[in-house]
């Protein structure tokens, strides 16, 4: 490696940050074994666009078949702590689609008539959805606080910041949504344009809000009954979600049979694609709360995988 910086290679800011950009996509557990070392192999060797879109389309297995060895067997905590960044960010994206589902479908006050199966879902999705945000807060509050009290007596003003990103990301998200739709929507709400530049950016403060305390968790390293109960719950919001996931595909399955004259319904690419999404973060949701649970529910010295 040190041959090709010897030779002139130097990668450019843009190059760079392409490589951030993709490295940013790869579970915390990878980041923290390899991310240094391919982003040193990448910028002495100059990889551009290419080298980081071929990194990023590799993240897919990394976050569905993590290796083993990414993982401390002899601490649950570490298991514990990167499970639950994991979940995080993939329960996050997970709710953020089924918003943009409830957005789409049933704020519309749609359920096509003679198929009661549609509403069943529309009341399962509300359902598990409120669960899940409570399960959330109640088993996440009490590690929230403790992680948040240890970086202000330790001042550490960038760790209290990444803990307050679930409450700044939304209330700014929600301020420019509120400044983005008088400014620019009319009788009939915003323009299709307008509603994905809003939907994606609402992912994009999703995806902030809970990457923060997944900072968090990696700098400061908690342990204890706190560790163990965010744990836990982050397992229970996953299999609540997993229901919520089912009545999403049941109806959009549903409105693309029963009403394809409704919204986009007639063209089934743009509903497949969005099932895929929904089913690949519910996936990976479940896989990352189990194996937290499994870390949880260890004996401790015991090796589990």
Known sequence: MRAGRGRGVRPSASATLLVRAALAVYPPSWRARYGDEVQALLDDSGGGAVAAASLAVRAIPAWFWPSRHLYDRMDPSVRMRASLATVLIAASMLAGLGLVFAQLTQLQGYRPAGHPVIGWCYAV???????????????????????????HRELRPRDSACLLAPVIAPAVYLLALMVTVRSVGGADGVSPWWFLAVTLAGFAAAGMAAAGPGVALRRLRPRGSALRLATVAAGLVAAVMLIATAAIVVAVIGLCL???????????????VYLVLVVAAAAVTAVSAARGARAAFAKPGSRHT
């Open 125 to 151: 999705f509300d359902a598990a959805l409120a669960f899940s945000a409570l399960a959330a807060a109640g088993g996440g509050l009490p590690l929230w606080l403790l992680m948040l009290r240890r970086a």
């Open 258 to 272: 029963w009403a394809p004259g409704f919204a986009g319904y007639h063209d089934v690419t743009v509903p497949g």
